[in-house]
């Protein structure tokens, strides 16, 4: 019996300290039995920490692991915590979900740069679409101002057109010389500034200081009647020679009609006037006799001051010709005479010189050189408006991309000299002259000077 006890003592001591030696070394041999080949031992979280060992576990353990977790379990032996180990970059631990926004700082950047470059790109598009509405918007107010200038624009030449029709009538009461004459009645000497363009069917009544100058330019070029050096001919109105621009064999007028047509010239015209288009320029009236004079007898000028300067002078001038007048412009100018602007006006009022020949084209009323109740014009304008209706006309004459209308004079003479030009004027002259010239003043709607008139 001693030694049985003895044995069974043994026994027993030997599996305390079987016991005692597997918990010390159990998270060695626990580590190295569940990750044999990772050399970083993963870690478990409260959440997957192992559970009791089954029976069945326990009695597949070489060691006599149910009898161990026994043994632990009546002894109450606390379990060695599992060490960790650091995470991997960019990992939390293992097993463990990342809390939200704990990410890698590299990825928060790229996340960070990624939504701030769309955003941006978001607004560069808005931005962009406003941008284009805008321009919409832009487009569609100018598009609507430019109607609205149209419809202006044609209620404009509505009015010139029917104002010249009431005056011409037989209700008008305003009576000139030529009003109720047929077309067929004209002289044909009167019919001289009617120029025609038959390739472009266009008929243009020429008017002496009324921007003359630069629509024969245009009518030169569109008719291409003038060759260029090169041999062709010219497309720019500016380019043309000024010395060339008055030459009467560059236009075709209805006066030459009966030398190249013969009896059939009338009939021509009465087609022409019926199929093309037909326009003239105006101005006022006074404003109009100002330019001419200050470009006739300002200035040395042979020809007006032998036609028309001297006979001024000798006639008004000069003690009524008791003293002697020079012969030429640039003897009269270089002792400093020449006619005055209101011998000029003299001159015009006395019936002595419409007796003797017909006003010259620079100072001829509007009505004498055009006929408006002749011939109805389909195109008005004005020198006062003279931009807006040439460009206007060219837009109407499908022109406007073929040739521009030359810039206009700066040296124009403007309507608010009138009353400085008529203070050497006496009034009664200056109502007299009104009266000469009234038919251009309400045919073509310019107002009355009553301050011009009656002080």
Not at 121 to 138: A, F, L
Not at 212 to 219: A, E, G, I, P, S
Request: with cysteine; aromatic share 10%.
């Amino acid at each position: 019996m001693g030694t049985s006890r003895c044995f069974r003592l043994a026994f027993l001591l030997g599996s305390v300290l079987m016991v005692l030696l597997i918990i010390i070394y159990w998270d060695d041999v626990g580590a190295l039995n569940l990750y044999p080949h990772d050399p970083h031992p993963h870690p478990t979280s409260p959440s997957s920490s192992p559970s009791r060992p089954s029976s069945s576990s326990a009695l597949s353990h070489p060691l006599g692991g149910g009898l161990l977790s026994a043994t632990m379990e009546v002894q109450g032996t606390p379990k060695s915590p599992r060490t960790t180990e650091p995470d991997r970059p960019g990992e939390g631990r293992r097993g463990t979900p990342k809390p939200p926004g704990e990410e890698h700082p590299l990825t928060q950047g790229t996340d960070s740069s990624e939504l701030e470059e769309r955003w941006r790109g978001k607004e560069r598009e808005e931005e962009r679409m406003r941008e284009e509405e805008g321009k919409r918007e832009e487009e569609r107010v100018r598009q609507v101002e430019e109607e609205e200038k149209r419809e202006e624009e044609g209620r404009r030449q509505e009015d010139r057109r029917r104002r010249i029709s009431d005056m011409c009538s037989g209700n008008g009461t305003l009576q000139f010389p030529g009003k109720f004459r047929t077309f067929d009645q004209i002289p044909n000497r009167e019919l001289d500034h009617l120029i025609v363009d038959d390739r472009h069917q266009i008929i243009y009544c020429y008017v002496p200081k009324v921007a003359c100058t630069n629509w024969k330019r245009v009518m030169v070029v569109l008719s291409e009647g003038l060759l260029a050096p090169d041999g062709r001919p010219y497309r720019d109105p500016q380019a043309l020679p000024p010395d060339l621009i008055h030459n009467s064999s560059l236009h075709l007028t209805f006066s030459k009609f009966w030398r190249r047509y013969g009896r059939l010239s009338r009939h021509l015209m009465r087609v022409k006037l019926q199929s093309y288009t037909k326009f003239l320029f105006v101005r006022d009236p006074f404003v109009r006799l100002i330019s001419a004079f200050r470009n006739k007898f300002q200035q040395p000028n042979e020809d007006f001051y032998r036609q028309f300067g001297s006979v001024m002078l000798r006639r008004y001038g000069n003690g009524n010709g008791t003293s002697r007048v020079p012969e030429s412009a640039a003897e009269a100018f270089k002792a400093g005479i020449h006619p005055s602007f209101s011998e000029f006006v003299r001159y015009l009022l006395d019936p002595q010189t419409e007796q003797e020949q017909p006003f010259n084209e620079h100072w001829r009323q509007v009505y004498r050189l055009c006929h408006p109740c002749q011939i109805q014009y389909d195109f008005i304008g004005t020198l006062e408006n003279l931009e807006d209706d040439s460009d206007q006309l060219l837009r109407i004459l499908g022109l406007e991309d073929q040739i521009k209308f030359p810039p206009s004079n700066r040296n124009r003479t403007a309507a608010s000299w009138e009353r400085d030009w008529f203070t050497e004027v006496p009034a009664e002259l200056r109502r007299k002259l009104y009266s000469l010239y009234q038919p251009d003043f309400e045919l073509f709607g310019y107002p009355k000077p009553e301050s011009l008139l009656h002080h």
